[in-house]
């Protein structure tokens, strides 16, 4: 059964930082593109980054350079590190999968940031 659940979102303030897990179950990471949205209220979800089985990795343009986006195969575990926080970073974010070649997704059901100015 494939299964994706988000912990770590939290209050933080601005400039801070704060460390987002994925815990993946059902999920290969060798043939899903794994990666991190985030959908703040009243906009539509947007991609944030996203990490391929090879660790390639590409951002959002908007937290390129302040979000680091990793796996842990081992502890199938997909993290997200947020540095430099920003206002603008308010969202429910949501872990995905997406399998490679198929028309298959699978969303996780958020954990909420807040960063407070």
């Known amino acids: 059964q494939e299964q994706l659940v988000e912990s770590g979102g939290a209050l933080v303030q601005a400039g801070g930082s704060l460390s987002l897990s994925c815990a993946a179950s059902?999920?290969?990471?060798?043939?899903?593109?794994m990666g991190w949205y985030r959908q703040a209220p009243g906009k539509q979800r947007e991609l944030v980054a996203t990490i391929r089985s090879g660790g390639v990795a590409n951002y959002a343009e908007s937290v390129k350079g302040r979000f680091t986006i990793s796996t842990d195969i081992a502890k199938r575990t997909v993290y997200l590190q947020m540095n430099r926080l920003k206002p603008e970073d308010t969202a429910v974010y949501y872990c995905?999968?997406?399998?490679?070649?198929?028309?298959?997704?699978?969303w996780g059901q958020g954990t909420q940031v807040t960063v407070s100015s």
């Open positions: 059902g999920i290969s990471f060798s043939i899903h593109v």
């Open positions: 995905n999968a997406n399998r490679i070649g198929l028309p298959y997704t699978y």
